[in-house]
């Protein structure tokens, strides 16, 4: 299971996600695919149609939790949090991206 | 506080739907808000913001689909998930997939035979050139006739369409010189015969036109398979000689394996023969013109075509209708029998309309098994797929693209119509062997009925078309509720049971329908083994010969005396008979009654069946004389003509008198001549009617007729001393030929095969068709049963009977059952209409197609009592489940 491109296009947006929810208290959906807009120079746009799938996946699994609150401008929303789980998990996804651009950085200076 | 939060997670999954709405609400009110401060105005932010939202949705699935190696991945996901999903409950899947495969394995017998009869071309050179010459009589009501000789012949004089023009007919012989004589069938074929056919012997030569002329050689042409059996393929067989009907014949040709024109006759065609071209059969004068009809065929040119062949034989048609007014009219006042003659394609001919019409009858109805089973497997998968993976709704609720969903179902549907489909053409293989058995006929279109490559090709677009009929439904239904979802409003569980209920009641009308065609066969069939017959077929034995030795000129009735007198002294035969046939056929030949009117409307109601008897026919019968006598061998060639008439014609036309003694005209052709009626017997009911028609028995010894039935009646459970009847018969001519020995109720049986195989079939059909309606309404009932086994624990946790609950969970899904009973009834007796025209195909008389209301009353009880059982098993198996039991487990 799981090595496969699109577990991968996945696991970037997960660590993406999650590197955002860990330098932040609690985001909703909207906020986090706006900081990473604006992190990325627009770069990287993150839409709604794969980001609540990716989030509701990492609440199943134990990354995120989320509760209902209310929103800056007053309306109902839900807000993301990192868990425990959540860090251990970035932390192992931060150390792959590195080894794995790296590689890929040697591979492009060196070929 | 325990009880609420039980209480709320009964509706979590509902919950969960709704706050996927709620959150991407909030992101879509969030763009907004952030396009508004851009400067757009509200409702063009509105209008970007959704337009962004679901735009990229597409984006990113259509990013998705172009990487092929992705798009291999999730199909090999599909599959290994749909396998699994397969697995999970094998028993009910197994059942689901055995039904589909019994649906796809009927399509393909029933395309075979579809194939075999209507598609498969003739097995001659440009088959589609070739064309049947017939009469049509419209006042009769009498189309595809054969012609006779001369207007054959006319045709072929006239004809520019058609080239060439040629007929032929055939009868049996006997062939002797072997250990005993036996029975032949042989074609007398016109010189263009197989030039028609575009066929050419083998060995040897076709015959030329001197061959047809009165005076020259017996000559004979074999089929491969008499040469192969009686010669042992011996290539110098020409000029050696066979002795047929007693005289010798000198061999000319051997035909090639495979050819044949078997379509008439009830065995291969061995023999082929000159037809002779005496003015006997040539001329318009001669006693047997009209009566002797032949089979005409004929090539069309490759510069016309078949609509320009039929319009220049009406025109031939009309001007012989000028010329010879007198063949073409009846009765004293001389009405207009309505001749036409016209081209009809020779599959048309060789199969005969009936036959077509039950073919494409069956087809019907066997796609309707297949649509039904269809639908089961789309309610299959749909309750699948919502049971075991509420990601799926997820997903569609969150926008995962119609494509992506289309194609799991897709896959998953595939998977299981190719297992059907595999499953299908096994049982396909084992069943056409069956029908072909059941359907017992030699004819060379139905011998080729067999599971060939355009057979199985069928069968693959046939599991194509359950693929995406069961895999598009379920995906769009799913697509369809996410738009639901997008536009803001609810998911609910009603839309979703509304489309499945009114997917059963469709599922039960089309079996309905079904089952009320097969009833009515079925009872038609029944009706017509019931009804008393008038005679005792019991230790009657039958058998044919065709008078051999030397021709009389006195008549055939001298030769089958001696018979008769010979067989007199076998022991064990109370009763020995010779008539014309076994039995009473259909009320064909006209009569006129001396003394009364004869105009065509008093001849029109005036038909009656003839046949021709010895004395002890009405003995071996068991038929009782009514009033007068029997006939004696005193009724010879040289006495008064004397007939015997049944009880319905003398009722008919003698009333309030006695008809002994009255004299009627009847016969065709040299038969017709005017007898007095010496006695009545009791009403014979022929083998297909349920009436009896005027019959009248005329005596063997006063007619001429070479084909003749034996009859003989033994004790009872004695069985006929063959070999006893054959040598006694040989005493008085050694070279006849006896066939076709049968018990008489053999007889009778093989004359209900059409029916009793269309019982069979449309019945096995209908089982099919109502066990996967009933097999839908429980897959339903127990989808709806299970999602909601919280609710229903909750209500009876609070006070709710099991009755109350029942009609809950059953009320909805029986009034679409009963709502889709009715339309298959309603449906069923609309298509009734079609009744005239079907009976005729089945081989019942259309009398005996009449629905029965008790029998359709009762039926249909049946039914809505086993939708009963379908419907309340699942929902009692939900009352069996403790509440507490439930809720706790939450």
């Known amino acids: ?111 | 506080m325990p009880a609420l939060s039980r209480f709320v997670n009964l509706f979590r999954r509902r919950s969960v739907d709704r706050e996927l709405d709620d959150e991407l609400t909030f992101h879509v009110e969030m763009l907004t808000d952030k396009y508004m401060r851009q400067g757009l105005s509200r409702d063009e932010a509105v209008r970007a913001a959704r337009r962004h939202a679901g735009n990229t949705l597409v984006a990113k699935e259509e990013m998705r689909e172009v990487h092929i190696m992705l798009w291999i991945d999730s199909l090999a996901r599909d599959l290994a998930y749909g396998a699994r999903m397969f697995l999970r409950q094998p028993g009910t899947s197994l059942l689901a997939v055995l039904m589909l495969s019994l649906g796809i394995g009927a399509n393909t017998v029933i395309y075979s035979l579809l194939h075999a009869a209507l598609l498969r071309p003739l097995p001659f050179p440009s088959p589609d050139r070739l064309v049947a010459v017939v009469d049509n009589f419209v006042t009769q009501n009498q189309f595809d006739a054969w012609p006779s000789v001369p207007e054959t012949l006319d045709v072929r004089a006239a004809s520019r369409t058609l080239d060439p023009v040629s007929f032929f007919d055939t009868r049996d012989v006997q062939i002797n010189g072997g250990t005993e004589p036996v029975r032949a069938i042989s074609a007398r074929i016109d010189g263009d015969f197989l030039r028609t056919l575009a066929v050419q012997p083998a060995l040897g030569r076709t015959f030329n036109g001197d061959d047809h002329q009165p005076g020259r050689d017996r000559i004979v042409i074999l089929s491969d398979a008499f040469w192969r059996r009686n010669f042992g393929a011996d290539p110098n067989v020409i000029d050696r000689t066979i002795i047929v009907n007693g005289a010798p014949h000198k061999v000319v040709g051997v035909l090639p394996p495979g050819v044949n024109f078997d379509y008439f006759t009830p065995e291969p065609i061995e023999l082929y023969v000159p037809y002779p071209m005496t003015p006997d059969y040539t001329s318009r004068l001669a006693a047997f013109a009209s009566v002797r009809r032949v089979f005409a065929i004929a090539r069309i040119r490759d510069t016309a075509t078949i609509e320009q062949a039929d319009a220049e034989l009406r025109t031939i048609g009309q001007r012989l209708k000028s010329e010879h007014p007198q063949l073409y009219r009846r009765g004293s006042d001389g009405q207009d029998l309505g001749f036409t003659m016209s081209a009809a394609p020779l599959r048309r001919i060789v199969l005969g309309r009936g036959a077509r019409t039950a073919v494409l009858l069956l087809f019907a109805a066997v796609g309707l098994v297949l649509l039904i089973a269809c639908a089961n497997t789309a309610q299959f998968l749909m309750a699948r797929a919502i049971e075991r993976r509420p990601e799926v709704v997820i997903r569609a609720a969150l926008g995962a693209g119609t494509g992506r969903l289309l194609r799991q179902f897709l896959t998953e549907a595939f998977l299981f119509a190719a297992v059907a489909t595999a499953l299908g053409v096994l049982q396909a293989s084992a069943l056409v062997g069956v029908l072909r058995g059941l359907i017992g006929s030699p004819s060379p279109l139905l011998g080729q009925l067999g599971l060939n490559v355009s057979v199985i090709l069928f069968t693959v677009i046939v599991t194509v078309l359950v693929t995406v009929i069961a895999g598009l439904f379920p995906a769009l239904h799913l697509a369809r509720q996410r738009v639901v979802a997008g536009d803001g409003s609810r998911l609910t569980g009603t839309t979703r049971s509304r489309t499945r209920h009114a997917m059963i009641a469709a599922q039960v009308a089309a079996s309905v329908v079904l089952l009320v065609g097969a009833l009515l066969v079925a009872t038609g069939l029944r009706q017509l083994q019931d009804t008393p017959t008038g005679y005792d077929a019991d230790g009657v034995t039958v058998m044919r010969l065709r008078a051999a030795g030397r021709p009389d000129p006195r008549g055939t009735g001298g030769g089958y005396q001696q018979y008769l007198q010979a067989l007199s002294s076998v022991p064990g035969l109370s009763h020995i008979a010779i008539a014309d046939g076994p039995l009473q056929g259909f009320a064909g030949t006209e009569f006129s009654i001396v003394g009364r009117a004869d105009d065509a409307a008093t001849l029109s109601l005036q038909r009656a069946g003839w046949a021709i008897v010895s004395p002890d026919y009405f003995k071996v019968l068991g038929i009782p004389l009514r009033a007068g006598r029997t006939f004696t061998d005193s009724d010879s060639v040289d006495a008064p003509q004397a007939v015997i008439i049944n009880d319905v014609m003398a009722r008919r036309f003698w009333p309030d008198q006695n008809p002994i003694g009255q004299q009627i005209k009847s016969g065709m052709g040299p038969r017709l001549r005017v007898a007095t009626i010496v006695g009545v017997v009791g009403d014979v009911r022929p083998t297909h009617r349920l009436e009896v028609p005027p019959q009248i028995y005329t005596s063997y010894l006063q007619q001429s007729e070479p084909n003749a039935t034996l009859l003989v009646k033994t004790a009872a459970g004695q069985s006929a001393p063959i070999d006893a009847i054959k040598q006694a018969i040989r005493t008085v001519v050694p070279e006849q030929a006896i066939f076709d020995i049968r018990p008489l109720t053999a007889v009778i049986a093989q004359s209900t095969n059409t029916p009793r195989l269309m019982t069979r079939l449309l019945g096995s059909f209908a089982i099919l068709a109502v066990a996967l309606a009933l097999l839908g309404v429980y897959t339903v009932v127990s989808y709806v049963t299970a999602r909601r086994t919280k609710e229903i624990a909750l209500r009876r946790a609070i006070g709710a009977t099991p009755n109350d609950v029942l009609r809950l969970l059953g009320v909805p899904t029986l009034g679409w059952t009963a709502g889709g009973i009715a339309i298959g009834v309603v449906a069923a007796a609309w298509l009734m209409r079609l009744v005239p025209s079907a009976a005729n195909s089945f081989g019942l008389p259309e009398e005996s197609l009449r629905l029965d209301p008790p029998t359709i009353v009762a039926a249909m009880t049946l039914y809505v009592i086993v939708v009963c059982f379908a419907v309340l098993a699942p929902a009692a198996r939900a009352l069996r489940v403790q509440p507490a039991s439930i809720l706790r487990a939450e």
């Open chain 1, 1 to 111: 299971m799981g090595d496969n491109k699109k577990d991968q296009l996945q696991g970037t947006l997960d660590l993406l996600v999650l590197r955002i929810l860990s330098s932040a208290e609690a985001m909703h959906g909207f906020a986090i695919a706006e900081r990473i807009e604006q992190v990325s120079k627009d770069v990287l746009r993150v839409e709604a149609g794969s980001l609540y799938p990716a989030l509701h996946r990492m609440t199943e699994a134990g990354w995120v939790k989320s509760s209902w609150g209310v929103s800056e401008n007053n309306r109902r929303a839900r807000f993301y949090t990192i868990t425990a789980a959540g860090r251990k998990r970035l932390a192992d996804e931060e150390a792959h991206w590195s080894a794995l651009t790296s590689a890929v950085g040697r591979v492009l200076k060196n070929a």
